[in-house]
């Protein structure tokens, strides 16, 4: 792996385009292990063949292109998100969150709080893991089922309140009824009394770029049915989704 990046690194704007021996040099590996490694990159797609002057060169493949929009959809969502978060808040007068996944953990990028006094939901810049609660497990399970397990499998399962869930069976389980239903709920796991309603938001090709839930305490869902909640979420997440386009 460190080996493979060390070649990656060695790309940039005055090293657009580089010959075999180029890359031994610059990382000091021997040609043999470079060009072992760039044929794995280039299976994946992170590195292409060229030619100049009827030498063979190796330059970024075009799968960068394609990670770089994810990563620039990620950091204009919250400009993007904010009008429908606004106005789920005002029509909910519930807490309403935007999460994104960074490695094994859920970021939360921006807030809106209900307009209420009692103020105990994660704050702007929080992680919390991606097992753990509403938000972060929309963002799980829209991830492989390996790489779900290979997470699942590093997790310490801290517990944050009694109602945590730390039992990997019941997690999987959880992340199946999320893929099949479309959004997730929980219940004190974060926080004692809360209850969060999660739905994912999705870029053209399908793939999830963040998780939109509301939270509130639990006297705040005696009113309103989950059901109705949920086609809230789904509809914000929706017109969010449009602006994407």
């Given at each position: 792996m460190e080996k493979a990046l060390g070649?990656?690194?060695?790309?940039?704007?005055?090293?657009?385009?580089?010959s075999l021996e180029e890359l031994s040099a610059m990382t000091g590996f021997p040609k043999p292990t470079v060009?072992?490694?760039?044929?794995?990159?280039?299976?994946?797609?992170?590195?292409?063949?060229?030619?100049?002057?009827?030498?063979?060169?190796?330059?970024l493949g075009m799968v960068f292109l394609e990670k770089s929009q994810i990563v620039n959809s990620q950091l204009d969502i919250r400009a993007l998100a904010k009008n429908e978060m606004l106005r789920l808040r005002n029509e909910t007068n519930l807490s309403v969150q935007l999460?994104?996944?960074?490695?094994?953990?859920?970021?939360?990028?921006?807030?809106?709080e209900a307009l209420?006094?009692?103020?105990?939901?994660?704050q702007v810049g929080r992680r919390v893991p991606l097992y753990a609660a509403a938000?972060?497990?929309v963002l799980l399970a829209a991830?492989?089922?390996?790489?779900?397990?290979?997470?699942?499998?590093?997790?310490?399962?801290q517990p944050f309140t009694q109602q945590s869930k730390t039992d990997q069976k019941q997690i999987l389980a959880e992340l199946a009824a999320i893929a099949r239903n479309g959004y997730a709920?929980?219940?004190g796991e974060l926080y004692e009394g809360t209850i969060a309603v999660a739905v994912p938001i999705r870029n053209i090709n399908s793939e999830v770029l963040a998780a939109l839930s509301i939270i509130g305490t639990e006297q705040d869902?005696?009113?309103?049915?989950?059901?109705?909640?949920?086609?809230?979420?789904?509809?914000?997440?929706?017109?969010?989704?449009e602006r994407l386009l």
């Amino acid at each position: 792996m460190e080996k493979a990046l060390g070649i990656l690194e060695c790309f940039d704007m005055k090293h657009a385009s580089l010959s075999l021996e180029e890359l031994s040099a610059m990382t000091g590996f021997p040609k043999p292990t470079v060009f072992r490694m760039i044929c794995s990159l280039e299976k994946f797609g992170y590195i292409r063949r060229t030619e100049k002057e009827g030498r063979l060169r190796f330059q970024l493949g075009m799968v960068f292109l394609e990670k770089s929009q994810i990563v620039n959809s990620q950091l204009d969502i919250r400009a993007l998100a904010k009008n429908e978060m606004l106005r789920l808040r005002n029509e909910t007068n519930l807490s309403v969150q935007l999460a994104v996944r960074d490695v094994c953990d859920a970021v939360y990028i921006e807030q809106f709080e209900a307009l209420k006094l009692i103020r105990v939901f994660p704050q702007v810049g929080r992680r919390v893991p991606l097992y753990a609660a509403a938000c972060p497990r929309v963002l799980l399970a829209a991830l492989p089922e390996e790489e779900q397990m290979a997470i699942l499998a590093g997790a310490d399962y801290q517990p944050f309140t009694q109602q945590s869930k730390t039992d990997q069976k019941q997690i999987l389980a959880e992340l199946a009824a999320i893929a099949r239903n479309g959004y997730a709920v929980s219940r004190g796991e974060l926080y004692e009394g809360t209850i969060a309603v999660a739905v994912p938001i999705r870029n053209i090709n399908s793939e999830v770029l963040a998780a939109l839930s509301i939270i509130g305490t639990e006297q705040d869902f005696e009113d309103v049915k989950m059901e109705s909640y949920i086609e809230k979420l789904q509809h914000a997440a929706a017109k969010i989704e449009e602006r994407l386009l």
